[in-house]
C-alpha cells in the first residue's frame, strides 16, 4: 500500500477543547463557555466550574510540549482551530485582541519549527457569546459581516505561514445542532425548519465569502470546507429503503455541493418544498456561492444505516448524527459502531460526485482509557483497540487512493486527549497521548504516551507503509 509522497499525516484539535484559559489575555466568552454538557445539556448564565472545557487540556499554556510529541509522532500537519472569541472577545470590536492574535503565531511557528504544515479551522464549533446572545448567531445575517471581519484579520496576520486553511467545521452539523455548529442560542424545539436552513444559509455564504477573501489576500491558499461525513447505508434493498438512503445522503451532499459547485443542487427544491422552507437568498448571496472550494475535508467516525420506516429496527449509539444498528460491524466502548470500509466508500462517493481532492480532517476511536503503571515508573495506556482502529481506517483510505481516488491528507482527532464536544466530558478519549484530567476536573494535566504513540509515529515516518 503506497500513499502519495508528500502526503499530510498529521492530527486534529479545536481550540475549545483543547486551549482552556478560558478568559486569559483577553479572551472572550464563546458559547462553549456556557454549555457545561455540550449539547446533551442546558445553557448556563455565566460559565460554571463544572465546565471542563474552560480549562480544557490546558494547551494554551502546554501548546509547546503538545506540539513537540507531534513531531515525535511523525506528524506533517496539524489540524487546529483559531478561537473567534480569543481575537474578537465579543466578536463585533473594530479591532482585534494583539495578544490573542500573538498566541497563534507562536503555536504556528512551533508547528513550522518541526516542519508541521498548520492547516486552520476558521470557526470550529465557537462563537463569541455576544454574537450568540445578541443575533442568534449565525440565524443573522449580521454575524456574516463579523465573521468576515475576523476572517480578514487571521488571514491577512497568518497566510503567508499557513496555506491550508478550512471555513467552518462540520458546517451541515447547523441544521441538527444550530447552537453548536451556528451559535443560535433559541432553543431548537422553538426554530423552525426554515430558520435552521436560513442559519445554514448564512453560514455557506460566510464560508464562501471568506473563501474569496483568503483568495484575494494570497492565490496560494488551499481552502477547504468541512463536513460531517457519515454515508448513508440501506438498511435492506427495499426499494423504499433505498430511497431513504437517497434523501439522506443528499442531505449531507447539499453543503458540500454548495461549496464546490457554487449553487444549491437540484434536490435542494424538493428538500425546501418537504420542510417549508422558503430561503431568502439575496442576488448578492448567489454570486457569492459562486466561489468554490479548493478541496473537500470531512470528519469520518462511522457510517449510518437508515431505513424507510426506523420504528422497525433498534437505533446505534452515536454522537451527534446517530443511524440504526448495523447488524454486521463492531462497535466500541460507546457502542458507536466501527466499520473502516465506510470510509473507503465514502471517499469513492464524494470524488466520484464532486472531482475535487479531498482530506480525511477527523477520524478516531473514543474510549473509556485505562491508566496504568509501568515498571520503570511513569504510566501508559495499552489500547491495542485504537491501533486497530486506524490500521483499517488508513488500510480503508489506501484502498480508495488506489481506486483512483485524489487524497491528500489525514488528521487523526484528537491525538492529544481533549474534552469532547457532543457531551463535554473527559472520559471519553481519542488520543495516542493521554492527558491526567479526570471528568471530576481533578487530575495533573501531565501528558503520558499511550501504547499507541509509538505506532502511529510509525505508520506517520513510513508514509503508511508499516501498518503492523
Ligand atoms: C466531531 C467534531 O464531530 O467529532 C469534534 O468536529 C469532536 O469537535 C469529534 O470532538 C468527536 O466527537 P466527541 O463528541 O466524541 O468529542
Avoid at 57 to 69: G, Q, S
Avoid at 194 to 218: E, G, M
Wanted: with cysteine; proline share 5%.
Amino acid at each position: 500500500m503506497t500513499f502519495p509522497e508528500g502526503f499530510l499525516w498529521g492530527g486534529a484539535l479545536a481550540a475549545n477543547q483543547c486551549e482552556g484559559a478560558y478568559l486569559e489575555d483577553g479572551k472572550g466568552l464563546s458559547q462553549q463557555d456556557v454549555m457545561p454538557q455540550g449539547v446533551r445539556g442546558p445553557v448556563t448564565d455565566q460559565p460554571t466550574p463544572d465546565n471542563l472545557k474552560l480549562i480544557g487540556t490546558d494547551f494554551y499554556h502546554r501548546y509547546r510540549e503538545d506540539i513537540a510529541l507531534m513531531a515525535e509522532m511523525g506528524f506533517k500537519v496539524f489540524r487546529f482551530s483559531i478561537a473567534w472569541s480569543r481575537i474578537y472577545p465579543r466578536g463585533d470590536e473594530a479591532e482585534p485582541n494583539e495578544v490573542g492574535l500573538a498566541f497563534y503565531d507562536r503555536v504556528i511557528d512551533e508547528c513550522l519549527k518541526y516542519g508541521i504544515e498548520p492547516l486552520i479551522t476558521l470557526s470550529h464549533y465557537e462563537i463569541p457569546l455576544h454574537l450568540c446572545r445578541t443575533y442568534d448567531g449565525f440565524r443573522s445575517r449580521k454575524t456574516i459581516d463579523f465573521f468576515l471581519r475576523y476572517a480578514d484579520t487571521v488571514l491577512r496576520r497568518y497566510h503567508d505561514r499557513v496555506k491550508y486553511w478550512l471555513t467552518f467545521n462540520e458546517i451541515n452539523v447547523t441544521l441538527i445542532s444550530p447552537l453548536l455548529g451556528a451559535g443560535v442560542m433559541t432553543p431548537k424545539d422553538q426554530l423552525s425548519a426554515q430558520d435552521r436552513f436560513q442559519t445554514a444559509h448564512h453560514q455557506l455564504v460566510a464560508s464562501a465569502r471568506a473563501t474569496a477573501l483568503a483568495k484575494q489576500i494570497c492565490p496560494e491558499i488551499q481552502i477547504g470546507c468541512m463536513a460531517a461525513s457519515a454515508p448513508r447505508y440501506p438498511m435492506t434493498c427495499d426499494p423504499q429503503d433505498m430511497i431513504a438512503m437517497m434523501t439522506s445522503q443528499q442531505e449531507l451532499d447539499y453543503f458540500i455541493h454548495v461549496h464546490c459547485t457554487g449553487e444549491y443542487p437540484y434536490y435542494a427544491k424538493r428538500l425546501w418544498r418537504e420542510n417549508n422552507v422558503c430561503l431568502e437568498i439575496t442576488e448578492e448571496d448567489r454570486q457569492a456561492l459562486k466561489q468554490t472550494v479548493d478541496f473537500i475535508s470531512f470528519s469520518y467516525y462511522s457510517s449510518k444505516v437508515v431505513a424507510a420506516d426506523e420504528s422497525r429496527y433498534t437505533m446505534a449509539n452515536g454522537n451527534i448524527m446517530r443511524g440504526l444498528k448495523n447488524p454486521y460491524v463492531p462497535v466500541s466502548d460507546y457502542d458507536y459502531p466501527i466499520d473502516p470500509e465506510g470510509l473507503r466508500y465514502i471517499l469513492n462517493y464524494l470524488y466520484a460526485h464532486f472531482h475535487k481532492p479531498l482530506f480525511v480532517a477527523e477520524n478516531g476511536l473514543g474510549a473509556r482509557d485505562v491508566l496504568i503503571a509501568e515498571e520503570h515508573g511513569g504510566f501508559t495506556v495499552k489500547d491495542q483497540g485504537r491501533i486497530d482502529f486506524h490500521r483499517g481506517h488508513i488500510q480503508a483510505m489506501a484502498r480508495a487512493i488506489d481506486d483512483g481516488v485524489e487524497v491528500f491528507g489525514y488528521t487523526s482527532w484528537g491525538p492529544i486527549d481533549c474534552v469532547s464536544a457532543a457531551s463535554a466530558e473527559m472520559t471519553k478519549r481519542y488520543g495516542f497521548v493521554y492527558v491526567d484530567r479526570n471528568q471530576d476536573g481533578s487530575g495533573t494535566l501531565q501528558r503520558w504516551k499511550k501504547q499507541s504513540f509509538d505506532w502511529i509515529g510509525k505508520v506517520y515516518r513510513s508514509n503508511g507503509a508499516d501498518l503492523d
